[in-house]
C-alpha cells in the first residue's frame, strides 16, 4: 500500500492545497492530510474548524484520511506506516525551502518527499492571502474550497 502524508497547517484548506490533495489521490493509495499542531503559532481557525473543512472538501473521496500530529513529520509517518511525503512547489521561494526540509528528512529516515508542482491556476494562492482576504472582508470564495466558510 503506498500512503502519502501530506503536512501543513491548512490554516484554511485553499484551492492550491485541494490541487495538490486530488492529483496525489491519482499516484497513492491513501493520502493522509496530517495538520501539525504547533504551540507557538497563532492560528485564524481552530484545529477542530480547519480540519473540518478538509474532511468535508473530501467527503467523496474513500482516499483522503484527515488527522492531526505533534512533533517530527517522519516520526509520524513511521507511526502510521507512510514512506512518502507530499509536497506542493509554487515557486523558487517554495524549493529552497522545501529542499532543506526533504534532504534532513531523507538524512534522518527512508521517507522519500514527493514534490508536485501547483496547477498554474492556483499557484499565487497561500493560506496567509487567504487570511489577509479575510481578514480585510473581501471575496475569499474564490481562492478556497466551498467547504470553508467563515462564520
Ligand atoms: P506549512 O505551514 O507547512 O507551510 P501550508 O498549509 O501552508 O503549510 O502548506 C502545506 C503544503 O501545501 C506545502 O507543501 C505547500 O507548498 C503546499 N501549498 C500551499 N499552497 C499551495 C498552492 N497554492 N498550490 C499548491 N500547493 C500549495
Redesign the pocket.
Known sequence: MKRAL??????P?????Y??IKRGVQLFDEVVIAI?INAD?NYMFTLEERKKFIEEAFKEEPKVKVVTYKGMTIDFCKEIDAEFI?????NPA?FEF?KAIAHTNRMLSKIETI??L??AS???????IVRDVIRNKGDYSVLVPDSVRVK
Open positions: 501530506f503536512p501543513g497547517s491548512f490554516d484548506l485553499t484551492l492550491g492545497h490541487d495538490i501539525g503559532k507530499l509536497r506542493g512547489l509554487r517554495d522545501e514534490f508536485l501547483t496547477a492556483t499557484s499565487y494562492i497561500s493560506s496567509s
